[in-house]
Structures are given as structure tokens and as C-alpha cells.
């Protein structure tokens, strides 16, 4: 596709459910970041992806949460037992190379935890 | 502790005059810093980059200024046009560092230009 594309748009979850959300990167995009955005606040790190190998998750705020690029393509990001806190706009990007560069995000999943 | 820093929350400007958004930084070890757009409901859009090696960058309206010794940097638009209304992130990153060079984000300036 043409740019980074994220589903579902928009997720409404009850407190305790788990939750998978998607990105497809740019084709041939080397390194994918998911970003967690909070109402009024900036986008923040959660983990970074380098083709398949999760290079760095230290932004991820509990072992709740996963995410996962097996083929170094897709990546999922997984919220178990999902809390109120967790509410926020999960943003995807990526990079043709590596970390180096400027991000593509996506449009964003707004997961809200009722 | 916030590492990067847009203290005013909005700005309102009019349109064809200067719009000129602000950010502050703590962390020395940031060395490229960015500027994304963003849009109701879509994903920030990269506006304009600087490196640390340089004062200032320009890419037609828009102009990035990277004062290292104030570890301030702006981003100025000028003319204003009513579709440059948007939420302007400033972002930094060590690419040398040992953070992985993540984007660390501010928390956005609202810019509104009236007609």
C-alpha cells in the first residue's frame, strides 16, 4: 500500500479483555515502531522493530503488553487484560532503513477500555 | 521529566503572517530533531528535520532554527495559510546514543490560522 496502514480504526474493549492490533509497515520498510498517545499528550516509545527482531521494547509499560513482526513484515501489538489506563491512540510507523531517519505513521487504532 | 518540552499548548495566528512554534529540549545527547504535522484523526506527517551539525534548515515556508547552546529549536512558517492549521510535534532523537535513536516527542503546539 502506499503508506502505513492500522486495524481496526477504533476498538472498545471492557476492562480485563485482550486486545491485537495490527500495522502493515511501507513495503520493503526495514524498521516498524509502535508509539502509545495519550489525549493531550505527544506520542510515546513503546517498541522497535529491526526486520523481525525486537530490538528494543523498553517503552512498553507493563508485561501486558507484546508485540510481535514474525516475518519481518506485519506487526501485531497485543494488550492483555486490558485496564482503563490503557485507553490511548496506538500509532504505527516506519522507516526504509534504520532508525536513523523520519517515521511514517500510520493513522492510528483509538483503543478505549471501558 | 519531560526531555522535550513545547510550552504553549496553542497558537493563533492570522493568516499570510509568521507562525512561529517553539520547543526546548534537556537531553545533550540529542543530536537530530524533527518536526511532525498532524491532522484530526491521521497519523503526524514529517514536516522537517535538523541535524545538530547545522543552525538552520529551510524547505520552502518552513524553516527549522537549532540553537545547541540554549537546547531550544523553532519552527517557523511563514506566510501562514488556513491549511496549515494543524497539532505541530517537535521530536528528538539520539542517533548516537544509546537510546536505539527513538523519536522523543513533545506534547504538540495547536497552531490556528484565521482567514
Known amino acids: 500500500g502506499a503508506g502505513v496502514s492500522q486495524s481496526p480504526r477504533y476498538k472498545v474493549a471492557k476492562r480485563g479483555q ?3 492490533l ?3 509497515p511501507i513495503s520493503g520498510h526495514v524498521s516498524l515502531f509502535w508509539y502509545q498517545q495519550a489525549l493531550g499528550q505527544g506520542p510515546e516509545f513503546l517498541t522497535y522493530f529491526q526486520n523481525e527482531a525486537q530490538l528494543d521494547k523498553s517503552g512498553l509499560p507493563s508485561d501486558r503488553f507484546f508485540a510481535e513482526r514474525p516475518e519481518g513484515s506485519v506487526s501485531t501489538l497485543k ?4 485496564q482503563q489506563e490503557d485507553s490511548a491512540v496506538y500509532l504505527c510507523a516506519s522507516s526504509p532503513r534504520g532508525i536513523n531517519e523520519k517515521l ?3 493513522s492510528g487504532t483509538q483503543l478505549s477500555v471501558l | 521529566d519531560q526531555q522535550v518540552k513545547q510550552n504553549s499548548p496553542s497558537l493563533s495566528v492570522q493568516e499570510g503572517r509568521i ?3 517553539n520547543c526546548d529540549y534537556t537531553n545533550s545527547m540529542f543530536d537530530y530533531f524533527l518536526w511532525y504535522k498532524k491532522y484530526p484523526a491521521e497519523g503526524p506527517t514529517f514536516l522537517i528535520s535538523i541535524s545538530s551539525i547545522k543552525d538552520k534548515n529551510e524547505d520552502g ?3 527549522v532554527f537549532l540553537n545547541k547552546s540554549a537546547k531550544h529549536l523553532s519552527l517557523h512558517i511563514v506566510p501562514s495559510q488556513p491549511g496549515d492549521s494543524a497539532v505541530y510535534f517537535c521530536a528528538a532523537s539520539a542517533r548516537y546514543g544509546g537510546s536505539q535513536g527513538n523519536l522523543i516527542f513533545g506534547k504538540g503546539t ?3 490560522v484565521k482567514p
Open chain 1, 22 to 24: 495490527r500495522c502493515d
Open chain 2, 61 to 63: 515556508r518552513f524553516t
Open chain 1, 18 to 20: 485482550d486486545v491485537a
Open chain 1, 79 to 82: 494488550i492483555q487484560r486490558t
Open chain 2, 19 to 21: 507562525s512561529i512554534l
Open chain 1, 104 to 106: 511514517f505513521f500510520g
Open chain 2, 110 to 112: 495547536k497552531l490556528s
